[in-house]
């Protein structure tokens, strides 16, 4: 779970923040973080998580993925396969009402959000981390991070699916449209934006002729071009 001393700051300063209010935070107050990081988004397949990890490793920076889901089981205090079964998926306010009444381990998505984001805000601001997934672009200041989608044809994510999740054909199929769809509808539900607009991106890294070190290697490239040495090294210096 989240080691952090900066959380309890980000806490008092968020809490009673609406949602509207929480998603402009970062924007208005960049000075808060003054560490680079990297946000990656991935389409299904692609080899973004694997690619993530190489640049974490390569940086020496940490990698956060499930972190995030232990840290927000923590503060609401539900266990973590409640919050993991909850996540990119978006959910209308009646479901959220009926469940309320009747599932004690139910989290309604206003807060599931809200501690998705103060959880990432706490992290960026800690700084040198790489964050997999869970719409971080959206939620970073954007000149702050380096943001990175990860992407791929449609047919060569499931190339990928068969061969590392050792599904057939079918399943594979069935698996990146899915996960496709609910990522699109969870940032469009939550965040009223387009996931793979490239945009919202600095990077967009297509991984179709590409191996996972060539792409790790083309992401640490533009973050050393975003944050040159001198503002890297000088943020280790930052309280």
Request: glycine share 4%.
């Amino acid at each position: 779970m989240m080691r952090l001393s900066y959380y309890p700051l980000i806490n008092k300063m968020c809490s009673a923040m609406n949602l509207g209010e929480l998603f402009s935070f970062a924007r208005k107050h960049q000075e808060l973080f003054v560490r680079p990081y990297i946000t990656v988004a991935r389409q299904p397949g692609s080899g973004g998580r694997i690619i993530a990890e190489k640049v974490a490793a390569k940086l020496k920076y940490e990698f956060i993925h499930k972190e995030i889901i232990e840290d927000i089981a923590a503060s609401t205090k539900k266990r973590t396969a409640v919050i993991k079964a909850i996540e990119e998926r978006g959910r209308s306010k009646i479901d959220d009402i009926i469940h309320s009444l009747f599932n004690e381990e139910y989290v309604d998505d206003y807060t599931y959000i809200k501690e998705l984001s103060m959880v990432q805000l706490a992290y960026m601001q800690k700084g040198h981390i790489v964050i997999l997934g869970r719409a971080g672009n959206f939620i970073s200041p954007p000149c702050r991070g380096l943001h990175v989608d990860i992407v791929a044809p449609f047919k060569h994510r499931v190339e990928n699916t068969i061969k590392f999740e050792k599904l057939d054909a079918s399943a594979a199929k069935e698996r990146v449209a899915r996960v496709t769809l609910e990522r699109e509808k969870f940032t469009q539900q939550y965040f009223k934006k387009d996931v793979w607009n490239p945009d919202y991106y600095d990077l967009t890294i297509n991984t179709q002729c590409l191996n996972n070190d060539q792409a790790a290697n083309m992401i640490v490239e533009a973050f050393y071009q975003k944050f040159p040495a001198k503002e890297r090294y000088s943020a280790l210096f930052q309280k």
